[in-house]
């Protein structure tokens, strides 16, 4: 079993910045990528990045620019460094691990999210 945890959210006003932290433990053998999910209230889960490995990192175009994601991979974790925050940001944020566990199967694993709100 791979446990996801997330933590960093909460409110911010509008310009400004939040950086969420995500950790994987558990049966972990090889840890594929990290991936940042977001559901704004009332609307599906979109990706807003991923990174596989320790670079080339992807975005959703709506955070291009504004939004890094990192990895500490000897320790398992994934950061969202999120600036220039805007009302549209918020959501609830989900971390997802592309795990290959120590039995060679390979497991999407999610974790149960951190809200973020940005507000006035």
């Known amino acids: 079993q791979v446990q996801i945890v997330e933590s960093g959210g909460g409110p911010a006003q509008p310009g400004e910045s939040l950086r969420l932290s995500c950790a994987a433990s558990?049966?972990?053998?090889?840890?594929?990528?990290m991936a940042w999910y977001r559901q704004p209230p009332g609307k599906q889960r979109e990706l807003v990045a991923t990174?596989?490995?320790?670079?080339?990192?992807t975005y959703a175009d709506s955070v291009k620019g504004r939004f890094t994601i990192s990895r500490d991979i000897p320790k398992n974790m994934a950061y969202l460094q999120m600036n220039s925050l805007k009302f549209e940001d918020t959501a609830v944020y989900y971390c997802?691990?592309?795990?290959?566990?120590?039995?060679?199967?390979?497991?999407?694993?999610w974790g149960q999210g951190t809200q973020v709100t940005v507000s006035s």
């Open positions: 997802n691990a592309d795990v290959l566990t120590h039995q060679m199967t390979r497991i999407s694993s």
């Open positions: 558990g049966n972990i053998f090889v840890l594929n990528a």
């Open positions: 990174m596989t490995g320790g670079d080339n990192p």
